[in-house]
T-cell receptor
Framework: GDSVTQMEGPVTLSEEAFLTINCTYT??????LFWYVQYPGEGLQLLLK?????DKGSNKGFEATYRKETTSFHLEKGSVQVSDSAVYFC????????????FGKGTKLSVKP | GAGVSQSPRYKVAKRGQDVALRCDPI?????LFWYQQALGQGPEFLTY????????KSGLPSDRFFAERPEGSVSTLKIQRTQQEDSAVYLC??????????FGQGTRLTVV
């Protein structure tokens, strides 16, 4: 079945450090891919998305490129801020007509000043 | 409204009690999803509606779980005879299409 694997957290970085959170997936065909972020005490928010191979999604300084050949969608940011501290979820859209999202366990990021 | 609204935000139920969780999606959104998120885990799919039709309920963990969306807008997730393992955050999401989804704040259910 469809699944997603994210790098284990927690990840602790200093402010202005470079961030990479790895994500690989198994899915039928070529699904749309999403990153969601959950800030402390808040609901899930769509961070970025890519709908086809080689697409790059970007938002708030975060980027992720849809790599069909490696079935990956790694999240990167060049310089993290304390306000980026949150849990990040990679989520491919599952198969079938409705396309429910398939979530991994999430990666908790803590950024220290 | 501006976003997906869920109520109540918090619910404490005694074991064996029935509960009903409400989701008010973004106006005009055809698709509606329910997810269950256990502590420290990612959300897991429960069920999907397209307008008033429940097209997929494969994620519902038992027949104690029931969801409806009778007029294609507001949805209710009902859990009968709650058990401790039902304790989780229940998330509702709506979408105008099958590409992206907007999530509510969730309802945190604690069964004691």
């Amino acid at each position: 079945g469809d699944s997603v694997t994210q790098m284990e957290g927690p990840v602790t970085l200093s402010e202005e450090a470079f961030l990479t959170i790895n994500c690989t997936y198994t899915a039928t065909g070529y699904p749309s891919l999403f990153w969601y972020v959950q800030y402390p005490g808040e609901g899930l928010q769509l961070l970025l998305k890519a709908t086809k191979a080689d697409d790059k999604g970007s938002n708030k300084g975060f980027e992720a490129t849809y790599r069909k050949e490696t079935t990956s969608f790694h999240l990167e940011k060049g310089s993290v801020q304390v306000s980026d501290s949150a849990v990040y979820f990679c989520a491919p859209r599952g198969g079938g007509s409705q396309g429910n999202l398939i979530f991994g366990k999430g990666t908790k990021l803590s950024v220290k000043p | 409204g501006a976003g997906v609204s869920q109520s109540p935000r918090y619910k404490v139920a005694k074991r064996g009690q029935d509960v009903a969780l409400r989701c008010d999606p973004i106006s005009g959104h055809v698709s509606l999803f329910w997810y269950q998120q256990a502590l420290g885990q990612g959300p897991e799919f429960l069920t999907y509606f397209q307008n008033e039709a429940q097209l997929d309920k494969s994620g519902l963990p038992s027949d104690r779980f029931f969801a409806e969306r009778p007029e294609g807008s507001v949805s209710t997730l009902k859990i009968q005879r709650t058990q401790q393992e039902d304790s989780a955050v229940y998330l509702c999401a709506s979408s105008p299409d099958t590409i992206g989804a907007f999530f509510g704040q969730g309802t945190r259910l604690t069964v004691v």
